[in-house]
T-cell receptor
């Protein structure tokens, strides 16, 4: 599975949109982009995933560039409870061997009042 | 639904002791995995299962065993605990290969 690159930390003002970038320049055609977040000491929480089309759910929007080499997770109106570490991962669904799945250290997002 | 339930939440072991970390899900998910999380490192896959009776090794399987006799349960066994196994352990499940994982709240293990 392809490796991802994320900035180690970001800040965002409460009520504003938080845009979290992820670079996955070696992504292959059948790999999906997944986003999770981890609020301090809790288990990671799934947010959203996509292949090439932009996706939106009740938590966030996912924008994937046309060449699929990068993506952006958008939290439209960040709240203090969105302060967390955000992970961008690429993988092949249903792949029998997940050994090479790399989570990385993610982006630590601080939402400030 | 309770989701993914992990027990115990905290555990202290002496070097050489064995124990089983329990993981149960009530969502009828086929896929289950065990991860460990250490400071300064990302989540690392220990073992995973794509259905009852089927397990396979992840990135860091040494020192751990798993079995999957039912869809609901996926216990992780530490055979002979070592200080290097001090970590936070997360169990996760998903219904299909495409969906995102649902994670448990973790087990914080200290080996002294």
């Amino acid at each position: 599975d392809a490796k991802t690159t994320q900035p180690p930390s970001m800040d965002c003002a409460e009520g504003r949109a938080a845009n979290l970038p992820c670079n996955h320049s070696t992504i292959s055609g059948n790999e999906y982009v997944y986003w999770y977040r981890q609020i301090h000491s809790q288990g990671p929480q799934y947010i959203i995933h996509g292949l090439k089309n932009n996706e939106t759910n009740e938590m966030a929007s996912l924008i994937i560039t046309e060449d699929r080499k990068s993506s952006t997770l958008i939290l439209p109106h960040a709240t203090l409870r969105d302060t967390a570490v955000y992970y961008c991962i690429v993988r092949v669904p249903n792949a029998g061997n997940n050994r090479k799945l790399i989570w990385g250290l993610g982006t630590s997002l601080a939402v400030n009042p | 639904n309770a989701g993914v339930t992990q027990t115990p939440k905290f555990q202290v072991l002496k070097t050489g002791q064995s124990m089983t970390l329990q993981c149960a899900q009530d969502m009828n998910h086929e896929y289950m995995s065990w991860y460990r999380q250490d400071p300064g490192m990302g989540l690392r896959l220990i073992h995973y299962s794509v259905g009852a009776g089927i397990t396979d090794q992840g990135e860091v399987p040494n020192g751990y065993n798993v079995s999957r006799s039912t869809t609901e349960d996926f216990p992780l066994r530490l055979l002979s605990a070592a200080p290097s196994q001090t970590s936070v352990y997360f169990c996760a499940s998903r219904r299909t290969g495409l969906e995102g994982y649902t994670f448990g709240s973790g087990t914080r293990l200290t080996v002294v």
